[in-house]
Each structure stands twice: as C-alpha cells, then as structure tokens.
T-cell receptor, first 115, second 115 residues
C-alpha cells in the first residue's frame, strides 16, 4: 500500500535559520507529491506540489524536488520567519481503478520559529 | 467564493447520540472527501464522492455514513457516536479531471468531542 514517512518533530528554529523537513514515500504507480501547511486553528492549504520525477515545486520561499530514485520529497527553506510556524504535511496523490482517488498523508511536523 | 465551508466548528456529543457534520463547496468540484485528524496520525480518509449519487469508502469508514444528493453538499453522519470518534474532521474538494495532480481545498474543520 501507499505510505508517507516524514520527520515528526517538533522542530524549533530561530528566525532566518535554514529549514529541512524530510519526507519519503512508498507508492504503487506514479504518485503526485504535495506539501500542505496547517496554521493554528485553520484547515490545510496547499504549499507546493510536484507531479513528475525531477519536478521542483516552490512557493513562498519553500522548495521541494520530486526524487524518484530516492522516493523522497524533502521540504526546504533558506531563511524561516516567525510567520512560518505551522504544521507541515507531506502527502502523495494516487489514482486507483475507476475514480478511486486518494491523498495519503504523513503524520505532520510541527515547526516553531522563534524571533 | 466561500470555498469549502463546514458546520459546526465545535460539537460535544454523548456516547450513542447521532449527528451530521455539514460540508458545502461553491467551486463546482466533482470530488469531495472527509478526513479525520488525530494526534500523531496525520489525516485519514473516511469517505469520498466523485459526483452526485456516487460515494465510496476510504481508509476508516466504520461508524460513518455519507450521501451526495447535490454537487455542492457532502454531509457526514455519525449514527451512534463513540469516544473513539473524538477527532477533528476536515472536508475537502477538488476537480476530478486530473485528480492525481490536483490541489484539494480544505474546509476549516469541525472539532468533535464524544463523552
């Protein structure tokens, strides 16, 4: 079956520090890969995505590259801000037979950025 | 556009009570789904629908019913609430065409406590 393993954290950084959150996956077929972010008290929103091998997704200074050879999709940001404090979820999207479409999520990583 | 809306935001039930969590979207999305979020578990798929009149089970469907009479609405019913159903529930929607690569839009969530 499909699964996502991500660094569980919590991760605590100082402002302007470099961020890496590791994500690896197991999937049948050819998944799309996503990072979603959940700010306190809110629902999830898409941060970035990549739909094929070697694609790089980027948004708001965050980046992640779809590495098929290592089945990874690590999230990075060069200089974090206090406003980046949130829970980050790695997810893979697959489509089975017919209309069976599913997002499989990792457990989430809580990031706290201190001023 | 309101996006994906969910009501109520908070709910407390007693064991054995029934209730319906409401979800609506105004983006004309064919695909709608319900997830539950538990600490350390990420999000798990409960039920999903690919259009009016069509629903199917996800990863953790037991104890929940759904129906889809319109494109806009996708209510989740708890028939006889149990403490194990204490969780945060998220509704999500997306276009079905190219579903493997599509962003899913999430509602703000319903926090349910079963005593």
């Amino acid at each position: 079956g499909n699964s996502v393993t991500q660094m569980e954290g919590p991760v605590t950084l100082s402002e302007e520090a470099f961020l890496t959150i590791n994500c690896t996956y197991t999937a049948t077929g050819y998944p799309s890969l996503f990072w979603y972010v959940q700010y306190p008290g809110e629902g999830l929103q898409l941060l970035l995505k990549a739909t094929k091998a070697d694609d790089k997704g980027s948004n708001k200074g965050f980046e992640a590259t779809y590495r098929k050879e290592t089945t990874s999709f690590h999230l990075e940001k060069g200089s974090v801000q206090v406003s980046d404090s949130a829970v980050y979820f790695c997810a893979l999207g697959t489509r089975g037979g017919g209309s069976n479409y599913k997002l499989t999520f990792g457990k989430g990583t809580l990031l706290t950025v201190n001023p | 556009n309101a996006g994906v809306t969910q009501t109520p935001k908070f709910q407390v039930l007693k064991t054995g009570q029934s209730m319906t969590l409401q979800c609506a979207q105004d983006m004309n999305h064919e695909y709608m789904s319900w997830y539950r979020q538990d600490p350390g578990m990420g999000l798990r798929l409960i039920h999903y629908s690919v259009g009016a009149g069509i629903t199917d089970q996800g990863e953790v469907p037991n104890g929940y019913n759904v129906s889809r009479s319109t494109t806009e609405d996708f209510p989740l019913r708890l028939l006889s609430a149990a403490p194990s159903q204490t969780s945060v529930y998220f509704c999500a929607s997306s276009y079905l065409a190219g579903a493997r690569t599509n962003e899913q839009f999430f509602g703000p969530g319903t926090r349910l406590t079963v005593l």
